[in-house]
Every structure is written in structure tokens, then in C-alpha cells.
């Protein structure tokens, strides 16, 4: 089965400068997350979609902005990174038809910031 | 707020034998999805089991099964005949609320399985 697809899986960047984050979900799935987990931490929620509206937001920073396209796929648009961005960024996707509300990672983008 | 509290943060067992891992979480919804992610070294985020608030029956999925405890706010996993493949981070997640059903996560328990 078609699982999520993240690209680029690692990336390297120095302080100040800008990533992009990129996220195809499961084919037919309508729901966009995108997490972020830091070093020995629990998942935190930065953002969804849903049918490439913005539908929730959490712990996301100003610095980070986030679309999802006619295709589904989403962006994460990170820009002036900072040390503390280093982590693993999760997209998740998932379906409002049954077994809906189960949302299926992908493999996630490990940024690393310099 | 929604709160998921897992207050073992490391667990082992034998192989072959039986461990519970434990969660309760608050929710002031009352639609609410609960899950177990389980977190190998690779760090892939790989579905254990869900349970929707409203079903009363206890999820399983082979060797793994709930045991949900609605009024008390409990969601603990219970992992049967354990193999050295489950020995990993394991999540315990909420989803809730009005259209967006983001995941508020534990802080997870490391399971090792001794051979």
C-alpha cells in the first residue's frame, strides 16, 4: 500500500537560512499534519489542512508557514533558522471517510541546523 | 487543553511474555480518538492500535490489545508473546476536537524485550 512520502528525508543548513519541507500524502486522503519532534521528545503539532485549507494550527512558529496544493501535497516553508529548529519534522496524512481519523506517518525529514 | 500522560518512561520484558503499558489522557471533548504509535530506532511513527471514545469494545490487532477505561481516562496497551522486533518508543496519542483531530502525544515509554 502507498504509504506518505517526505522529501528531502536530511538536510543540512547553516543559521539564518531558509528550508523547504515537502510532504505527498496517501492517495484519496484529505488531511495534511505536519509535526515536529525534537531530540527525546514527544511529537508536537505545528499545522494541518484539510482540502488545502489551513484547519488548525498549533506550536508553530512565525517563522514557518505551510500550504497545501490541488494536489494535496503540502510545503513546510521554514525561513532564518535557528539552532533550536534542528529536529525531525513528521507529515502526516490521514481520511475523513472511515477508518477515518487515523493518521499515518511518514518517514520524516531530519533538518539539521549549523 | 488536552493532556496524554504516560508515566513509565521505561519498561523490559522477557521475550515471549506479556507486558502493559500505561496512558490516561484528558479531553473536554467528547468525540475523541485514541492511539498507539510505536517509534523504532529509525524513528518511523508506525500505528499500533486505535480506539474510537465511542466504541465500549476494547480494540485488538493480533497481538496487541487495549484495555479502555472511558471514566477513568485510560488507554493502556497490552502487548502479548513480545518479540524482540517490538522492542521500541512507544506513543500514546489523543485525537480530538472540532475538525482537526491533531495529536497530542505522552511523552512515551522505551520498551526493551530481553531474549
Known amino acids: 500500500a502507498a504509504g506518505v512520502i517526505q522529501s528531502p528525508r536530511h538536510l543540512i543548513k547553516e543559521k539564518r537560512e531558509t528550508a523547504t519541507l515537502k510532504c505527498y500524502p496517501i492517495?484519496?486522503?484529505?488531511?495534511v499534519y505536519w509535526y515536529q519532534q525534537g531530540p527525546g521528545q514527544d511529537p508536537q503539532f505545528l499545522i494541518s489542512f484539510y482540502e488545502k485549507m489551513q484547519s488548525d494550527k498549533g506550536s508553530i512558529p512565525d517563522r514557518f508557514s505551510a500550504q497545501q496544493f490541488s494536489d494535496y501535497h503540502s510545503e513546510l516553508n521554514m525561513s532564518s533558522l535557528e539552532l533550536g529548529d534542528s529536529a525531525l519534522y513528521f507529515c502526516?496524512?490521514?481520511?475523513?471517510?472511515?477508518?477515518?481519523?487515523?493518521?499515518?506517518f511518514g518517514p520524516g525529514t531530519r533538518l539539521l541546523v549549523l | 487543553a488536552q493532556t496524554v500522560t504516560q508515566s513509565q518512561p521505561e519498561m523490559s520484558v522477557q521475550e515471549a511474555e506479556t507486558v502493559t503499558l500505561s496512558c490516561t489522557y484528558d479531553?473536554?471533548?467528547?468525540?475523541?480518538?485514541l492511539f498507539w504509535y510505536k517509534q523504532p530506532p529509525s524513528r518511523q511513527m508506525i500505528l499500533v492500535i486505535r480506539?474510537?471514545?465511542?466504541?465500549?469494545q476494547n480494540a485488538t490487532e493480533n497481538r496487541f490489545s487495549v484495555n479502555f477505561q472511558k471514566a477513568a481516562k485510560s488507554f493502556s496497551l497490552k502487548i502479548s508473546d513480545s518479540q524482540l522486533g517490538d522492542a521500541a518508543m512507544y506513543f500514546c496519542?489523543?485525537?480530538?476536537?472540532?475538525?482537526?483531530?491533531?495529536?497530542?502525544f505522552g511523552k512515551g515509554t522505551k520498551l526493551s524485550v530481553i531474549p
Open positions: 480506539q474510537e471514545a465511542y466504541k465500549q
Open positions: 496519542a489523543l485525537g480530538s476536537g472540532a475538525g482537526s483531530y491533531q495529536l497530542t
Open positions: 502526516a496524512s490521514s481520511s475523513r471517510a472511515p477508518p477515518e481519523e487515523t493518521q499515518y
Open positions: 492517495p484519496r486522503h484529505d488531511t
Open positions: 479531553t473536554s471533548e467528547s468525540d475523541y480518538y
